[in-house]
Nanobody, 123 residues
Framework: QVQLVESGGGLVQAGDSLRLSCAAS????????VGWFRQAPGKEREFIAG????????YYTDSVRGRFTISRDNAKNTMYLQMNSLKPEDTAVYYC????????????????WGQGTQVTVSS
């Protein structure tokens, strides 16, 4: 069992940066790929970034590639999403998720899910 708790969301202006954190409970964090979904009002949930259990492999959707950076610290059971050059269209609730394989997250699946953190980017 893994519990995920997000933090770091907030209200920022376009062009600003934020860093989201996802803290995981349990001693098996390194066994899971983790990543970030987001959902904006009236839009479908989308998977935007993921990282494998070892941290060797990462994935970004086109809309965030080059602006967002995902990383993890297995010693701290924490995953991070550094978000730079934020745009109003990045406004959404951001959810941390975990699954056995990165490919499973990329396909939209998840085994564990956090409660979400709101990111609002004003123009």
């Amino acid at each position: 069992q893994v519990q995920l708790v997000e933090s770091g969301g907030g209200l920022v202006q376009a062009g600003d940066s934020l860093r989201l954190s996802c803290a995981a409970s349990g001693r098996t964090f390194r066994n899971y790929a983790v990543g970030w979904f987001r959902q904006a009002p009236g839009k479908e949930r989308e998977f935007i970034a993921g990282i494998s259990g070892s941290g060797e492999n990462t994935y970004y959707t086109d809309s965030v590639r080059g602006r967002f950076t995902i990383s993890r610290d297995n010693a701290k059971n924490t995953m991070y999403l550094q978000m730079n050059s934020l745009k109003p269209e990045d406004t959404a609730v951001y959810y941390c998720a975990a699954h056995f394989l990165l490919e499973q997250l990329i396909r939209g699946g998840y085994r564990y899910w956090g409660q979400g953190t709101q990111v609002t980017v004003s123009s």
